[in-house]
């Protein structure tokens, strides 16, 4: 007892420090992997978190001691990245961003690997230090342009795979239309199985089995091939068991096993593109080195993680010695920042802000085909729908939709919600086939402000159709919100008043859509103004009820 007390006496700094590490970090990190656990295409993240805690463990056990010296290069690279780390998570806490918090943590990871290699030889410690760049999200919404890529590619060659196999079927945007049945190419590309998963397998196996530069980059690449194959391979059988047999494959526990035997398929395209590299950028044999090209040739495709240790240097501690002073007053001043940051958050927050601020499922049993009946004027109402998705789904998980009729022309109202940021409803048509060809955020009107309005003129090249969408977004009491034409620093500003107690409430989308022969005219268009401002003044009463 007293020999385990008197070591937690001498390593009481180092207990200090990992304490004031996890208070300044844990509160964001926590936000930032619940997020990433609601968008399926980062489900892979516990994964990563296991294999590189393992794998670090595991090499750090292997390494051998060595003492190397602190070179001005060194002390520069740990100084810029503690000193960004520190920076990235200040403006983390501010702004309320776990993104940046995660940001932060990697920064933080780099200099603490850079710091112990002087101490001992770590195998590939910049390998296992890029593998925690797969927790973070990609930035600018780019992961959500490549599933987009990824989809219309896929819809493509699957299409023309049908067709060679001679079923029956027409490609409709990322649709995929049967006699009775349509496909919408989503899940085949945006779930857990996608290019993202697939992506994060390929640098696990990279750094765990300590492959060369050449070969990473190359195995890489092969993922783009190997997700096309995993997604064409998905899309067609589920076409071919509906065509064929009559099956739906497209949900339920078929889809998920096809799912996960396409996955397999293409970690297994994977594991044998590496044994092909491996076998095609061997280094040729010890004997022949005396040509240039060849010691070029092995030297190049064995650039990489080194296995072998650095020789042992002893060196001076005393200058490093005071480092972990340093970073445990930086550590306790950030652990100190996050706490009274969330003390001020929850002395300023009230029970109205903090309070569920609309319960979704009530609104959803209030809206019905009466809600709008005789609001177009003399629009006939022909139909009325309720869909509900996954909370998830980036079309909301609920949505209403009223079709009007009138001298066979169609005309439709609807709200889906709940949405937390802007919504581009121009990629929801794209995937139904149809072009944007002009988008415009309207300024100010009678009826709503600037910024709160956005009109999009749509063409189908398939049917030479025309169509036109007006959408705007309301708060929970019905009132209209400048959400589009925001600037960064709006952006910032909404932030800090998130993290300062104002929590984020949910906004519901409404549009109008009408398919026409052609352009709608400026008188058109001010009649659908009209009908929008109707639309909200209908919608708010049930809006403000579900709030009660």
Not at 52 to 73: C, D, H, K, Q, S
Not at 368 to 375: C, Q, T, V
Request: net charge positive; hydrophobic share 45%.
């Amino acid at each position: 007892m007293e020999a385990a007390f008197t070591a937690l006496l001498s390593n009481w700094r180092r207990i200090a420090i990992a304490g004031a590490t996890g208070l300044a970090f844990s509160p964001l990190l926590l936000v930032h992997f619940r997020d990433l656990w609601q968008r399926e295409h980062y489900q892979y993240f516990p994964i990563v978190l296991i294999f590189t805690g393992l794998l670090l463990r595991r090499r750090w056990r292997e390494a051998i001691a060595v003492n190397r010296p602190f070179t001005w290069p060194d002390r520069a690279l740990i100084a810029l990245l503690g000193a960004a780390a520190v920076a990235v998570l200040v403006l983390a806490t501010v702004s309320y961003s776990p993104n940046l918090a995660m940001l932060a943590a990697i920064l933080a990871a780099g200099a603490f690997l850079v710091f112990h290699t002087h101490r001992r030889h770590l195998t590939n410690a910049f390998g296992i230090w890029c593998l925690l760049w797969l927790l973070i999200r990609l930035p600018f919404k780019f992961d959500e342009t490549l599933v987009k890529s990824f989809q219309t590619h896929s819809t493509a060659w699957s299409s023309r795979l049908l067709d060679h196999l001679g079923i029956l079927h027409r490609t409709d945007g990322h649709v995929l239309c049967f006699p009775g049945k349509e496909f919408f190419v989503d899940q085949a590309c945006s779930g857990i199985m996608s290019f993202t998963a697939l992506f994060a397998a390929a640098a696990l196996l990279i750094v765990g089995l300590n492959r060369p530069l050449v070969t990473s980059v190359v195995l890489l690449t092969s993922v783009c091939f190997w997700t096309m194959v995993m997604n064409i391979t998905r899309i067609t059988s589920v076409a071919i068991g509906h065509a064929r047999w009559g099956i739906d494959l497209s949900e339920g526990w078929r889809h998920d096993a096809i799912s996960f035997l396409t996955f397999a398929i293409a970690i297994g395209g994977l594991l044998s593109t590496d044994g092909l590299l491996r076998y095609g950028f061997h280094p040729i044999p010890r004997r022949s080195h005396k040509r240039p090209l060849i010691r070029w040739w092995n030297r190049f495709v064995q650039w990489g993680p080194q296995l072998a240790p650095s020789p042992s240097v002893t060196v001076s501690r005393s200058k490093a010695a005071t480092l972990p002073r340093v970073v445990l007053v930086v550590t306790g001043l950030l652990a100190s920042l996050q706490v009274s940051v969330l003390a001020l958050r929850h002395q300023t927050s009230t029970p109205e802000l903090n309070r569920v601020v609309l319960p979704h499922e009530k609104l959803t049993a209030q809206l019905n085909e009466d809600a709008l009946r005789g609001l177009p004027g003399s629009w006939e109402l022909i139909d009325f729908d309720t869909v509900r998705r996954d909370r998830r789904s980036p079309w909301g998980a609920y949505s209403h939709i009223w079709t009007y009729q009138k001298h066979g022309q169609l005309l439709q109202f609807s709200i889906d919600y709940p949405f937390y940021e802007a919504h581009d409803v121009g990629e929801c048509y794209e995937n139904r086939g149809w072009l944007p060809t002009q988008r415009n955020v309207l300024g100010a009107h009678a009826t709503f402000g600037p910024g709160t309005m956005i009109e999009i003129d749509l063409h189908k090249p398939a049917t030479n159709e025309h169509a036109y969408a007006l959408t705007g977004c309301l708060d929970p009491s019905g009132d209209w919100l400048a959400l589009f034409g925001a600037t960064v620093s709006d952006t910032f500003m909404e932030k800090i008043r998130e993290r300062f107690g104002e929590r984020q409430t949910p906004h519901y989308q409404i549009q109008i859509f009408m398919v026409t022969a052609e352009r709608l005219a400026l008188s058109e268009r001010q009649q659908l103004y009209e009908a929008a401002a109707k639309f909200r003044t209908a919608l708010a009463p049930h809006l403000e009820h579900a709030q009660r």
